[in-house]
């Protein structure tokens, strides 16, 4: 793999495109980017939001985005899972810039729905292998010391749909079941040590107390390494969708982890062999085997810009291809896009926070000369592990399983502009 730096495709880096544009007379010349400011009455002539007063303070109590901005939402797939209570919906990343997703727009997973639960009438358990068992009302977690973190949560399942061939046609299907925000939470180590875990309390089985009654096994050391009893996300309380009031919080590791609307945790000698670590969320191989406890989620990327769903509209000239890039093992050294179906590799601008654990955002900046592209992006974590094409992931576990596809994404760009999910060799 070419580790790179060299100029765009085009033979110009970007400042020699600007200086050139400069020297063939302005504005004008950069492919339609801007125009003239004598030829623009937006600009030369007042408009009615220079005229007038706009709304005044109390006019949205709470902000809500610009009603500019409708098509920039969560989006389902109806004939993808059961019903609406037990279904998905994804982030919309083609919209989207650095690392922080909005509150609103972060992807929701459900089994048995929304659950509808009061504060006050909210209690945690902690019982099983443990001194003394405990019960905590929110206002009992609030006097417990804090932290708050940035991370990723990633659906095991995310871009589950694409194992055995393209399948949907935009980023936001493909990879939309990821987020990240800013979590605030209680560490799980307080309160066992406030319990007081047994010798032999080896495990942990977290329970939602939604209609599903959501289970998961979760070994002790992750959950004295890491672990967040949360409660707010980017400052504000945790949305319904999200688990409110409070939801289990396990970095790096595979959503169906992360408990929502959390109510019991029960300390125990082994894993419980729940429904959600047998018959599901395990990786069903070729051989018939399947793969089980694989938590975390590896290095993975995606070019959110251009897209299916963001085309490129400009014209030829400059063009800012955008993405997304997270590895559960850790920080992400580097991560390369190729215009050229793999052929040839650059390495990406990170740019923005770069939080362990965390969505990073990546640029490349190259001039287009409207001939066809095929992008990629794949990923380069501080531990050395590469994310894989997908032949290669293929080879290795075959094509039954709908979890943890972490391969190489490709994006046709075609000559008009416009974009295809698709595959190559």
């Given amino acids: 793999m070419s580790d790179t730096t060299e100029k765009p495709a085009g033979g110009m880096n970007r400042r020699d495109f600007l200086k050139a544009g400069l020297a063939a007379g302005g504005a004008a010349a ?151 925000v800013m979590y605030t939470g209680v560490p799980l180590k307080l309160l066992l040590e406030e319990a007081g875990v047994k010798a032999n ?25 890491d672990c967040l009893v949360a409660f707010k996300m980017n400052g504000e309380a945790l949305r319904p969708e999200q688990g409110y009031p409070l939801r289990l919080w396990v970095p790096d590791w595979e959503g169906n982890m992360w408990g929502k609307w959390l109510r019991q945790l029960e300390v125990g000698d082994e894993p419980w062999q729940q429904r959600e670590e047998t018959s599901k969320y395990t990786d069903l191989l070729a051989s018939g085997k399947a793969r089980r406890f694989t938590w975390v989620m590896d290095p993975k990327s995606i070019i959110t810009n251009p897209s299916p ?53 990546f640029y490349l900046d190259i001039e287009w000369d409207g001939s066809p592209l095929l992008l990629q992006s794949r990923a380069l974590d501080e531990h050395g592990f590469y994310q894989p094409t997908k032949n290669e992931l293929r080879a290795e576990r075959g094509e039954n399983s709908i979890y943890h596809n972490n391969s190489v994404q490709t994006w046709h760009v075609k000559e008009d502009g416009t974009v295809e999910n698709v595959e190559v060799s």
């Fill in 30 to 180: 950069f492919g339609g980017a801007a125009a003239a400011a004598e030829n623009d009455p937006l600009i030369t002539e007042v408009q009615d939001w220079n005229r007038y007063l706009g709304a005044g303070v109390q006019a949205a109590p709470y902000g809500v985005p610009s009603e500019h901005e409708p098509h920039v939402v969560r989006c389902d797939v109806e004939w993808l899972t059961a019903s609406t209570e037990s279904s998905v919906n994804f982030t919309p990343l083609h919209e989207l810039d650095g690392i922080i997703t909005p509150n609103g727009l972060c992807f929701e997973r459900h089994h048995g729905g929304v659950a509808d639960i009061a504060p006050a009438d909210h209690r945690l358990m902690i019982n099983g292998l443990v001194d003394t068992p405990l019960v905590f009302t929110m206002q009992n977690l609030m006097r417990f010391p804090r932290e708050n973190r940035v991370y990723f949560l990633e659906c095991a399942a995310n871009s589950g749909m694409e194992w055995r061939g393209s399948q949907f046609n935009g980023c936001q299907y493909t990879h939309g079941m990821v987020h990240c």
């Fill in 309 to 361: 769903q963001m085309p490129i509209t400009h014209g030829k000239g400059p063009l800012v291809i955008s993405g997304l890039v997270w590895s559960g093992n850790g920080q992400i050294k580097r991560v390369y896009v190729s215009i050229d179906g793999g052929r040839n590799w650059k390495t990406a601008r990170i740019d923005g926070p770069s939080f362990f654990k965390a969505l990073h955002r």
């Fill in 201 to 225: 309390g080896k495990w942990l089985l977290a329970e939602g107390a939604d209609a599903a009654a959501m289970t998961h096994s979760i070994p002790m050391e992750k959950a004295l390494d």
